[in-house]
């Protein structure tokens, strides 16, 4: 397909699998989190909004080397997890989905906070004063009101799993067709005698779904503006 | 009937309030911009929180109950609709259980005439017609009472002209009474049953708004030295050759610029006690045409320049402001007869 070899195939495969799937369960979280930066003040705020941001802005090989202590095999977490529910992170592409999870957390958050806090404040204690709990006015006023942007925030937070590379390499490793995503596949070719050409290949790749990932990011920017009647 | 107890010292003010408000009709929170209304509102309603206040709905203690579990139908001074939803689900998300006399739908959608909007997104909707609607809401709510934060300041006078006359109807038709919170005088002389006067976080006094705006007390707070007079009038007939409409009350017949209430209905005429002239028989040769016998009851010197006459003009008790120099001069004493004289043209509105 597209004059790709098998092996960038599999890389592009393995990369969308993993980013789809690391996007999909970092955002109900994300959105919790948002929801509780942009809305509620209470004690430790600052403390969990310094945690989840670290992934922004600590290098991607710290986190890896945090998430092999923690999520590995002899790691606190991971050996508790592999006891009790089977679940291992190690050199697969499960620890893959998760090094890019945290990740793309804290730009998901960010995007989601920013989309929140735009839904003025007014219209959710209007609901609450109509007989609405704080539950059920999140769902039929918060949401609706900030799904654009909560839309384009998982779009990012998409795009910053597909380009995961220090993280994922020290947590689960350089394994094709198991932790190899197109980053990783990349970064061999560059390493192997006459691998330039397909490493270009990728690396196009990367860009073309980047750029997409942008774009639609910003159309759904500009639907959240015009669904709040801003221009 | 909602009894309140409000102590909150958290915004730049501190309140210490305590009032009533009327089983039927309207109640006003009446005072400058930063006396404290809104947030009394707000701690009422229960988006602001203050745990040392007390809040008493129907002879239920809500204090510490969630805005939700409150019953109070909340009217904001900007509409406040959800942008996403049609009007006609802007009006359905109100959620409250029913109470003892739920309001018609169908009677509220002709009352505020929103029909023909209801399949229309909030931004499609004129600010009269926004706020129209999100009174509906409220009300459709099944909310126990209506708690309004200067809904119509936002309007211009022509709109607010056609809504007040609504949430009068609201409060009785609908039995729904109502707490306005406002720094308008003209909004709090038409709508108020009961008013309530309040300043840097304190009440200064309540009561009817007559007997309040008669009270020269309270002459200073209630527009400064545009104290009053509010009289219940019924409109006896239109006189359209001069543009004139005559208004009837026990005291005598008023006759004002045109209005466009019908012969019959009841209709409040706010006189200010500085507009009124005293005489002491009625003059010949003078073009005013309001001409009120009235008998003195007693005279209240403000300061060393003004007064205060209370008179009765027929069952109603009215105040004449004057300097103390006119009183001396025309030697104005009580049970002495009177005629209040008023140019017609300072009645209008």
């Known amino acids: 397909m597209f004059g790709l070899s098998e092996f960038e195939l599999a890389a592009l495969g393995l990369s969308l699998k993993i980013a789809l799937i690391a996007t999909l369960l970092t955002l109900p979280l994300a959105l919790i989190l948002a929801w509780l930066f942009a809305r509620c003040q209470f004690k430790g705020r600052n403390l969990l909004l310094g945690i989840v941001h670290l992934p922004l802005v600590m290098p991607p090989v710290v986190i890896g080397l945090f998430l092999l202590t923690a999520f590995g095999k002899q790691g606190y977490i991971g050996s508790w997890l592999y006891d009790l529910f089977g679940i291992s992170f190690a050199f697969n592409w499960k620890g893959a989905a998760l090094a890019a999870a945290v990740m793309a957390l804290p730009l998901m958050v960010r995007s989601i906070q920013l989309a929140i806090e735009n839904v003025p404040t007014k219209l959710e204690k209007a609901a609450r004063s109509l007989g609405s709990s704080s539950l059920k006015t999140f769902f039929t006023i918060t949401i609706p009101l900030s799904i654009s942007g909560i839309a384009g925030a998982t779009i990012l937070g998409f795009a910053r799993s597909l380009g995961e590379f220090g993280a994922t390499i020290t947590f689960v490793s350089n394994i094709p067709g198991k932790t190899q995503t197109l980053p990783l596949a990349l970064y061999t070719m560059t390493q192997v005698p006459d691998g330039e050409a397909s490493a270009y290949r990728l690396a196009i790749i990367s860009a073309v779904l980047a750029l997409l990932a942008i774009i639609a990011s910003e159309i759904m920017a500009r639907k959240a503006r015009q669904q709040l009647g801003k221009s | ?349």
């Open chain 2, 1 to 349: 009937m909602l009894d309140v107890m409000i102590k909150s010292a958290r915004q730049s003010i501190e309140i210490d309030a305590s009032f009533k408000c009327v089983q039927e009709g309207i109640t006003t929170l009446f005072g400058p911009s930063g006396s404290g209304k809104s947030t009394i509102l707000n701690v009422i309603a229960g988006l602001d929180r203050s745990e040392s206040s007390k809040i008493i709905l129907n002879n239920l203690d809500i204090t510490k109950r969630p805005t939700e579990a409150r019953r109070f139908g909340y009217v904001f001074q900007d509409n406040c609709l959800f942008p996403h939803m049609t009007v006609k689900q802007n009006l359905s998300y109100g959620s409250h259980p029913a109470r003892s006399n739920t309001p018609n739908r169908n009677e509220v959608i002709d009352l505020l005439d929103i029909r023909h909007l209801l399949n229309r997104k909030p931004s499609k909707l004129s600010g009269g017609e926004g706020q129209r609607v999100a009174i509906a809401r409220a009300l459709l709510s099944n909310a126990e009472m209506l708690l309004m934060d200067e809904p119509l300041s936002s309007l211009d006078n022509k709109l607010k002209k056609e809504i007040m006359p609504l949430l009068r109807r609201i409060a009785t038709d609908f039995k729904c009474p109502i707490l306005y919170v406002s720094h308008s005088f003209d909004e709090v002389c038409q709508l108020s049953d009961k008013l309530i006067l309040i300043n840097n976080g304190k009440i200064l006094g309540s009561g009817s708004p007559q007997d309040m705006m008669t009270n020269p007390k309270y002459a200073d707070q209630l527009d400064g030295f545009d104290a009053g007079n509010l009289l219940n009038v019924v409109v006896k007939s239109h006189d359209h050759e001069f543009g004139l409409t005559n208004l009837e009350f026990s005291g005598g017949i008023i006759p004002v610029p045109l209005i466009k209430d019908e012969v019959g209905s009841f209709i409040r005429l706010r006189i200010r006690a500085r507009d009124i002239t005293l005489a002491t028989s009625i003059p010949t040769g003078i073009s005013t045409l309001i001409r009120l016998p009235a008998t003195v009851n007693y005279i209240t010197d403000v300061n060393q320049t003004h007064s205060y006459v209370h008179v009765t003009c027929g069952t109603e008790v009215m105040i004449i402001h004057l300097t103390r120099k006119s009183i001396q001069s025309l030697g104005i004493e009580k049970n002495k007869p009177i005629f209040c004289l008023v140019k017609s043209v300072t009645l209008e509105n």
